[in-house]
């Protein structure tokens, strides 16, 4: 496959300067829809068509597993389209239906399949499969293989007995959401306990520090790691083991990233360490066979609070520049068009985070028509906005045949906000998706099953195995159970292993050790099973054996009912997994349940989507309705006295704004009954920062032209005035922020006029800010 690839001509020049970049670093900066992650999907295919590399060494990172699965599809047609026109000199669809399959499938076997894309959870996830074994911890702790991954859920009920069980405390004080936060936040930043008690000053810090000690006890006890691990143990691993790291660099000679401003601490540990063998990057010269792409844009950074930093995109040209000037363009291409929504719309978008003083000024020219004026509703309540929403998608959808359901989206700032219109959609029949939710993986059977699964390929895993051992009832007491698990405890071994140990058992009584044995039996024909079987036929075989589909077809109910449909649909999800990828055992497919996002149940092409604002990101609908601003909603009310978090606030509604392509709708209510109260509500700050020629309205007052009074942010009365010092700050400069008060400047990044600032606020802060735009009063 060397014929020079004729898809570049879908890109525009600087487009095609990022995709035909081979080796070395390149930053891509450009705002929302430019054509970011289009670049990064043909850039792939470029270093495989063009350059011949091998596509097991290409490591691609998205930021959700969809867009992993739709970035392999991109590609994949791509190639089979280059191929239909090399191979029968004509387009693939006009081939016949075998031709084209037989293409595809010659293509998923050689270029899709060995490439190396998804999450960073899921990329990690899959190395750990491999290498874990060659790791230990602080204390010298290891994991196997087959280790089992923790969920939200796990984790919070494991913390939640190490505060109030193991450590006596409050948990009202103590809760263990906050708790569970702060060591999520310590594990982002790469700490492990000992690292994190160094860092704390105050009481509550040290008792977090202890309770993340035990928290690690007890996953090791299980076998067991949570989301932060997958990365971090990674991140230690390769810093441990020279030879592994060695191997991996080697392997991955392109890494591409997308989405890089929501990247945290030890994400970028982990590109760094693989793209640079550990050698500290500036010192890095070794760019000749490799290359490191990172695409992103600041305005969209909306994960602060799961430790993302933008200032690491900030700073990628100065860490991989390999010692070239800073704003060099050979490390960095902007793309300045929009080929997603219409002039209007961008218009609207630009001047909203054109409020927020934390940013470099972006070009975005429009490509497209002006279209249709943004549409901007005040409704009475929350079922009023809800009935305004769904009278135009119905009116849409039948005067547009080329409409269908999955072109709207509903885009709100809490799940919360989903029932109203989810109400209003099944009254009017209209099939939707609520992304996010109750997940598929949350519901109590589901969650049953896959205990019994991971009590499978991971004995060690108690955590399940508590979950399972009398799921359905088997007569094993809790009195039993207990003594079992303190004799665990007390020997420092898995509870499973005291199951197995016949003395243990033997020394109960008989009517007692009947059920636990013929579990046991039961369990171990199955873990016998785990090499030679597909997931599929696992789980038929033990949810037949365990009698769970029998005790719930037993109870009669319609939510029995339902349970069962839910764990037929896991066995299909078994068999759909085995038909996308070759690997069809059961590790394999447990690890990809544990990841499955959000996102993945998003059934596009044919039901309206209602998602939350983070969890649309990335993505494009023709018609969006960006629903409930209102003051403390949205902004939510935790941001209204933090400028920072109102600055977070605006740029996630600039994600929403430019999810639109055609049309986009935005509304708010004069009140709104949520979490039980009614109250009434103002309509929102960022409400008041629209261009009002660029907005249509049911009625005077919904847009406000005065930001309300209670949530000024620095950005909203913003005067652009050009610093006259701009060019010669200097680290150690102090000076004085409207909004900040006094701050000190700790780093300076860019160069020429093009410089930004990080300058650190005693109480508040780094920030970033662009000095150019940003007035700044110096303290001599
Ligand atoms: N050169 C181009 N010509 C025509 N359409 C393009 C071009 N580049 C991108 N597009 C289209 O523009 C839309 C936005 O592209 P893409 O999703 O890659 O943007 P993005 O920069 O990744 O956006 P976001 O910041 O929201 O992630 C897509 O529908 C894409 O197919
Ligand atoms: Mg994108």
């Not at 009254?427 to 992304?435: D, E, Q």
């Not at 394999?588 to 996102?599: I, V």
């Not at 009074?709 to 005035?721: E, N």
């Amino acid at each position: 496959m060397s014929a020079i690839p004729d898809f570049l001509s879908h890109l525009n020049p600087s487009q095609r300067q990022a995709v035909e970049h081979f080796c070395g670093p390149l930053l891509v900066v450009a705002g929302a829809g430019s054509g970011k992650t289009r670049a990064l999907t043909y850039r792939i295919s470029n270093l495989v068509m063009r350059h011949q590399v091998n596509p097991e060494n290409i490591l691609a990172v998205t930021f959700t597993n969809k867009a992993a699965r739709e970035m392999k599809e991109r590609i994949e047609k791509l190639f089979a389209e280059q191929l239909a026109q090399q191979d029968h000199g004509k387009a693939l669809e006009l081939l016949a239906p075998q031709q084209q399959t037989k293409l595809r499938s010659q293509v998923y076997k050689t270029i899709t399949k060995p490439l190396w894309i998804g999450t960073f959870h899921s990329l990690c996830a899959r190395l750990l499969r491999m290498e874990i074994e060659k790791y230990q911890d602080e204390k010298g702790r290891k994991w196997q293989r087959n280790f089992s991954i923790f969920d939200e859920s796990d984790v919070q009920s494991l913390i939640k007995d190490i505060v109030v069980n193991q450590l006596n405390l409050d948990d009202r004080k103590f809760q263990p959401r906050s708790v569970r936060f702060a060591i999520s936040n310590a594990k982002n930043q790469g700490w492990n306990p000992q690292e994190l008690e160094a860092n704390q000053q105050d009481f509550r810090g040290r008792v977090v520090a202890q309770v993340y000690s035990k928290y690690q006890d007890s996953l090791a006890a299980n076998n067991g790691l949570d989301f932060d691990d997958l990365i971090r143990v990674l991140v230690q691993l390769l810093k441990q083991n020279g030879q592994v790291l060695g191997y991996w660099h080697q392997q991955f000679r392109h890494m591409l990233v997308d989405e890089y401003q929501d990247t945290n601490r030890t994400q970028y540990d982990l590109l760094r360490l693989l793209a640079t063998n550990g050698t500290d990057t500036r010192n890095f010269k070794d760019w000749e066979h490799r290359s490191v792409f990172v695409v992103g844009d600041a305005d969209q950074s909306i994960y602060s609070f799961r430790a993302a930093d933008f200032k690491i995109l900030m700073g990628f040209q100065q860490d991989f520049g390999d010692g070239l000037p800073d704003g060099d363009t050979r490390t960095m291409v902007k793309l300045e068009e929009n080929y997603r929504s219409t002039e209007n719309i961008l218009q609207v978008a630009n001047e909203l985070i054109d409020n927020n003083t934390e940013r470099i000024d972006k070009i975005l020219k429009p490509t497209r028509g002006a279209g249709e004026p943004i549409y901007c509703y005040r409704a009475d309540d929350e079922l009023h906005e809800s009935d305004f929403v769904i009278q135009q998608i119905r009116t849409l959808e039948q005067s547009h045949p080329e409409l269908s359901w999955g072109d709207f989206a509903i885009l709100y700032r809490t799940n919360a906000q989903s029932r109203a219109f989810e109400e209003g959609l099944v009254r009017w029949s209209i099939p939707y998706t609520v992304v996010g939710g109750l997940k598929f993986y949350d519901r109590r059977e589901i969650k049953d099953v896959l205990a019994y699964l991971r009590l499978i390929v991971n004995p060690a895993d108690t955590v399940s195995l508590k979950r399972v051992i009398n799921t359905p009832r088997r007569g094993i007491g809790k009195t039993t159970l207990d003594r079992l698990m303190n004799a665990a405890q007390e020997l420092g071994v898995p509870l499973w292993e005291m199951l197995t140990e016949e003395t243990a058992v033997k020394t109960l009584a008989a009517r007692s050790a009947k059920p636990i044995l013929q579990f046991v039996e039961m369990m171990r024909h199955w873990q016998g099973q785990v090499e030679t079987q597909s997931a599929a036929n696992i789980i038929q075989g033990i949810l037949e054996d365990s009698g769970y589909v029998r005790d719930l077809k037993n109870q009669g109910t319609d939510e029995a009912d339902d349970r069962i449909g839910n764990v037929q649909e896991l066995q299909n999800a078994a068999l759909q997994y085995a038909e996308e990828n070759t690997d069809e055992s059961l590790p394999s497919f447990l690890a990809n349940t544990a990841l499955a996002s959000d996102l993945d149940d998003l059934d596009e092409k044919t039901t309206v989507s209602l998602m939350t604002l983070h969890a649309a990101k990335g993505l494009e609908f023709p018609i969006v309705f960006l629903v409930g601003l209102e003051q403390g909603l949205f902004p939510n009310f935790r941001s209204l006295e933090d400028p920072a978090a109102i600055e977070e606030e605006r740029r996630l509604c600039y994600v929403g704004v430019t999810r639109a392509q055609e049309r986009l709708f935005i509304s708010h209510a004069r009140e709104r009954r949520l979490y039980g109260s009614r109250e009434p509500a103002m309509p929102s700050l960022f409400l008041s920062e629209l261009p009002r020629d660029l907005l249509q309205t049911n009625s005077l007052s919904a847009i406000p032209s005065e930001p309300p009074h209670s949530a000024m942010s620095p950005g909203a009365k913003k005067k652009k005035m050009p610093n006259t010092h701009a060019m010669d700050w200097a680290v150690g400069d102090r000076l004085v922020h409207r909004g900040f008060g006094l701050g000190e400047v700790t780093h300076i990044f860019g160069g020429g006029n093009k410089i930004c600032l990080a300058v650190k606020f005693p109480g508040i802060g780094k920030k970033i800010i662009d000095p150019n735009i940003t007035v700044l009063d110096r303290v001599e």
